[in-house]
């Protein structure tokens, strides 16, 4: 499935780029206030994402974290707390260990995604919030081209195809 995005200004031209596409027999989708949400249409949160994904590397590398520090703290044998005695010492090491992997999994699992987004999802929910309007084509390649000649008479502020992967 093929997909066409078109970012028009306001609600009237983007009624009237629907209508136009309709006239084709062209469906397509409004996005924007009064119409259907980012979120109702599947356009993904990359933040949402990104602090899933983090939670899940959390799941393996707190605990794995905890087992590399107590046996760390085993193997070297090291008194660095000579408060906690040889025991507490241990633990403490697994401790340490589980707070690395708390900070492995923020940056390998999600905090790039929270910190710089991902893909073209962010720019068009922020047009959404700033009070733009999206009309979105789905369909076969032919399709995708005969409704970017009619959304280009509309002159879009951005116009961009894309390729469902899969």
């Not at 009624?15 to 469906?27: M, P, Q, R, T, Y």
């Not at 260990?97 to 068009?124: C, E, K, N, R, W």
């Not at 081209?145 to 899969?166: C, D, H, M, V």
Request: zero cysteines; charged letters at 15%.
């Amino acid at each position: 499935m093929n997909y066409l995005v078109a970012v028009l200004p306001d609600r009237i031209q983007a009624e009237a780029a629907s209508v136009a596409l309709e006239k084709k027999e062209i469906n397509s989708t409004i996005l924007g206030k009064g119409y259907k949400s980012a979120d109702e249409f599947g356009l993904i949160d990359p933040k949402e994402q990104a602090k899933k994904q983090a939670r899940l590397m959390a799941f393996w590398l707190v605990p794995f974290g905890f087992f590399a520090g107590t046996t760390f703290s085993v193997i070297t044998g090291l008194d660095t707390f000579a408060w906690a005695g040889e025991i507490g010492n241990h633990v403490v090491g697994g401790l340490l260990g589980a707070a690395s992997g708390a900070m492995g999994s923020i940056v390998a699992g999600g905090g790039v995604g929270l910190i710089s987004g991902g893909g073209d999802a962010l720019p068009y929910r922020n047009r959404l919030n700033a009070g733009k309007y999206l009309v979105i084509v789905q369909g076969s390649e032919s399709i995708i081209k005969s409704a970017t000649g009619i959304l280009r008479q509309f002159e879009p502020e951005n116009l961009q195809g894309y390729a469902a992967e899969g």
